[in-house]
């Protein structure tokens, strides 16, 4: 699966990224499609409903305790004919309509006028007819208000049916066709939607309308919100669930990379005590030092330094286990740090007493307790000396310190080595990971378990642990534990 994962695994993600961006892309743009055009059916409802109620509102006078009249006028059979009687002008006929009211019912007139003669090469044949007594003037005002009217009721419906555009309208003269303003109409030849022509008024027939939206898109986008939504989202889930897929992948291999690195690491850490306590036992067998009280001492000091050293790296181990396991219960008691500290240096001072490495200790003036585990800060303590120690070399300077206030405590473990970069200041306290100085080749032996264990303990007591660093100039780790307060 190796193979799989490394060489085609990014691939293959991109590729169902890019399909499903793909499918969502022509799925959305079916339903634009789609929305566009039931948009344009909500216009044409919206605008034959404003004709209908405008149509019967110039009658209504007299009828409004009607409801048959109002029924027929409000009703599609009405405006199919009314359309249809609208369009006659196409074919040079000109139209009138008039209406009378009886006690029973209502007469409705619609009268069509034919031209008997051809008109003229280049000229439309108008039949105008008015009722009598009425003037153009007369007229005129009247589809002025009308025409208003049906603006208005246009907007009425546009708002019921959520169709929130910018419209404005086309009007066209009856008879001959022609938009009263070319420049309007110009524009409108544009547009996304263009209505029928419809007539507004049935007493008298000089101008029909027809509503124009340059652009439907925002009203589309709006309806589809929750469509684009849930794609975007969808994209977005599945992006992240492969971006974490990846992610554990990587982890579970830069995991898999540092175990063996540990297992190999921690086996030469092993092997250290285990070949000197083997070689101190063969001296003192094969040259009989049972003769030699002080060389026996000796080695036997060698040999149980070696196993306390042995015995430290098991508990380590197996301390981090119940560490991630959370079964590290810890026994608290009031706990001086400064004896812990005084302990750890001086045991580590007498180890180092065959080589050039200084260990200073600055105690604080007075007693620092904290509610601890004792066995488990000593630990810590051993930790940060014993890396400093490693990491400083045979002229190693360390400098362990110890600070009180109310609050809190503060301990610091300052020391002369090569130092840590920034980029891995964040990940020393990782489990398992180890500072790189060849890709290959670690000159320092270590398990990579100290810092993540000094981390897991302080913070199990409340505290927090810190670094400072500079490549080439050192390290200072600081353990800042919270002071014992009697309740």
Same mark, same amino acid.
């Given at each position: 699966?190796?193979?799989?994962?490394?060489?085609?695994?990014?691939?293959?993600?991109?590729?169902?990224?890019?399909?499903?961006?793909?499918?969502?892309?022509?799925?959305?743009?079916?339903?634009?499609?789609?929305?566009?055009?039931?948009?344009?059916?909500?216009?044409?409802?919206?605008?034959?409903?404003?004709?209908?109620?405008?149509?019967?509102?110039?009658?209504?006078?007299?009828?409004?305790?009607?409801?048959?009249?109002?029924?027929?006028?409000?009703?599609?059979?009405?405006?199919?004919?009314?359309?249809?009687?609208?369009?006659?002008?196409?074919?040079?006929?000109?139209?009138s309509f008039t209406s009378q009211i009886r006690p029973d019912s209502t007469i409705v007139?619609?009268?069509?006028?034919?031209?008997?003669?051809?008109?003229?090469?280049?000229?439309?044949?108008?039949?105008?007819?008015? /009722? *009598?007594? *009425?003037?153009?003037?007369?007229?005129?005002?009247?589809?002025?208000?009308?025409?208003?009217?049906?603006?208005?009721?246009?907007?009425?419906?546009?708002?019921?049916?959520?169709?929130?555009? /910018?419209?404005?309208?086309?009007?066209?003269?009856?008879d001959s066709g022609k938009p009263e303003s070319p420049a309007i109409w110009k524009k409108a030849q544009q547009a996304a939607y263009r209505s029928q022509q419809y007539g507004y008024n049935l007493n008298f027939f000089l101008h029909t309308y027809q509503l124009v939206a340059q652009s439907i898109?925002?009203?589309v986008l709006y309806r589809m919100r929750y469509y684009l939504g849930s794609s975007l989202l969808m994209l977005l889930l599945t992006g992240a669930a492969f971006f974490f897929l990846f992610r554990i992948m990587r982890s579970q291999r830069l995991y898999t990379q540092e175990r063996l690195a540990f297992t190999s690491n921690m086996t030469h850490e092993l092997k250290t005590p285990v070949s000197v306590i083997e070689a101190a036992l063969d001296a003192i067998t094969r040259y009989g030092l049972a003769r030699d009280p002080v060389k026996l001492n000796n080695y036997i000091q060698i040999s149980q330094s070696e196993l306390q050293r042995l015995n430290l790296m098991i508990d380590k181990v197996l301390n981090l286990d119940q560490l991630d396991n959370g079964q590290v219960l810890l026994r608290r008691e009031l706990y001086d740090v400064q004896q812990g500290l005084a302990s750890v240096v001086s045991s580590m001072q007498l180890r180092q007493a065959q080589t050039s490495s200084v260990i200073t200790y600055q105690p604080a003036s007075e007693p620092c307790f904290v509610g601890g585990d004792p066995v488990h800060l000593i630990n810590v303590f051993y930790n940060l000396i014993d890396n400093a120690l490693k990491y400083g070399g045979k002229n190693a300077r360390i400098i362990v310190s110890c600070k009180c206030s109310r609050e809190d405590i503060h301990i610091s473990f300052q020391d002369n080595g090569p130092g840590i970069s920034g980029i891995y200041q964040e990940r020393v306290f990782e489990r398992f990971f180890r500072v790189p100085e060849n890709p290959d080749v670690h000159t320092v032996k270590g398990s990579g378990l100290g810092l993540h264990y000094v981390k897991q303990i302080v913070e199990k007591h409340g505290g927090s642990v810190k670094l400072q660093s500079e490549a080439g100039k050192g390290s200072t780790f600081t353990i800042i534990l919270p002071a014992y307060h009697e309740v």
């Amino acid at each position: 699966m190796k193979w799989l994962s490394n060489r085609y695994a990014y691939p293959l993600v991109a590729l169902v990224m890019l399909a499903s961006i793909g499918l969502q892309v022509i799925w959305l743009g079916q339903l634009f499609r789609a929305q566009q055009v039931q948009v344009k059916r909500d216009l044409d409802q919206a605008v034959a409903n404003a004709a209908s109620q405008s149509d019967y509102l110039s009658v209504a006078q007299g009828h409004e305790n009607s409801e048959n009249f109002k029924n027929f006028f409000l009703s599609p059979d009405w405006l199919q004919i009314k359309q249809a009687f609208t369009r006659l002008r196409d074919r040079q006929f000109g139209g009138s309509f008039t209406s009378q009211i009886r006690p029973d019912s209502t007469i409705v007139t619609i009268g069509i006028h034919i031209a008997n003669d051809k008109p003229r090469v280049g000229h439309r044949q108008i039949i105008r007819t008015y /009722d *009598e007594g *009425e003037t153009l003037q007369t007229i005129t005002a009247a589809d002025k208000r009308d025409l208003a009217r049906m603006d208005s009721l246009v907007k009425v419906e546009c708002l019921r049916a959520q169709l929130d555009l /910018d419209t404005y309208h086309v009007i066209y003269d009856y008879d001959s066709g022609k938009p009263e303003s070319p420049a309007i109409w110009k524009k409108a030849q544009q547009a996304a939607y263009r209505s029928q022509q419809y007539g507004y008024n049935l007493n008298f027939f000089l101008h029909t309308y027809q509503l124009v939206a340059q652009s439907i898109n925002g009203v589309v986008l709006y309806r589809m919100r929750y469509y684009l939504g849930s794609s975007l989202l969808m994209l977005l889930l599945t992006g992240a669930a492969f971006f974490f897929l990846f992610r554990i992948m990587r982890s579970q291999r830069l995991y898999t990379q540092e175990r063996l690195a540990f297992t190999s690491n921690m086996t030469h850490e092993l092997k250290t005590p285990v070949s000197v306590i083997e070689a101190a036992l063969d001296a003192i067998t094969r040259y009989g030092l049972a003769r030699d009280p002080v060389k026996l001492n000796n080695y036997i000091q060698i040999s149980q330094s070696e196993l306390q050293r042995l015995n430290l790296m098991i508990d380590k181990v197996l301390n981090l286990d119940q560490l991630d396991n959370g079964q590290v219960l810890l026994r608290r008691e009031l706990y001086d740090v400064q004896q812990g500290l005084a302990s750890v240096v001086s045991s580590m001072q007498l180890r180092q007493a065959q080589t050039s490495s200084v260990i200073t200790y600055q105690p604080a003036s007075e007693p620092c307790f904290v509610g601890g585990d004792p066995v488990h800060l000593i630990n810590v303590f051993y930790n940060l000396i014993d890396n400093a120690l490693k990491y400083g070399g045979k002229n190693a300077r360390i400098i362990v310190s110890c600070k009180c206030s109310r609050e809190d405590i503060h301990i610091s473990f300052q020391d002369n080595g090569p130092g840590i970069s920034g980029i891995y200041q964040e990940r020393v306290f990782e489990r398992f990971f180890r500072v790189p100085e060849n890709p290959d080749v670690h000159t320092v032996k270590g398990s990579g378990l100290g810092l993540h264990y000094v981390k897991q303990i302080v913070e199990k007591h409340g505290g927090s642990v810190k670094l400072q660093s500079e490549a080439g100039k050192g390290s200072t780790f600081t353990i800042i534990l919270p002071a014992y307060h009697e309740v």
